[in-house]
């Protein structure tokens, strides 16, 4: 079966740049700076809409992850089973 690869995720952060009276958050949108408070409502609906998908990917991979460890393991104990229970079948067609 090919595998296709996903393209890398757009890198968004956010951060807390201190100035000389105040806290202002920063976000990095493709490696461009911008201030939270300088954001629209909009940006700012979609600046949450784009973390909130982010944290819910990394649930799903971690979900993944444990897939595909439960997986070996039932694998790993099928090999076991039939190593213990069943003879494997000989091709007699030569």
Known sequence: ?????KAAPKKTTTSRAKSKSKA?????????SYALNE???AAKTQLSNVQATD???Q???????IAH????AYADNLKI???KTVTPETDTKH
């Open 1 to 5: 079966m090919a595998e296709t690869k």
């Open 24 to 32: 202002a958050e920063k976000v990095t949108i493709d490696g461009v």
């Open 39 to 41: 954001l629209s409502d």
């Open 55 to 57: 944290r819910h990917i």
């Open 59 to 65: 649930e799903l991979e971690a979900e993944l992850a």
């Open 69 to 72: 460890t439960a997986r070996a």
């Open 81 to 83: 089973t039939l190593g």
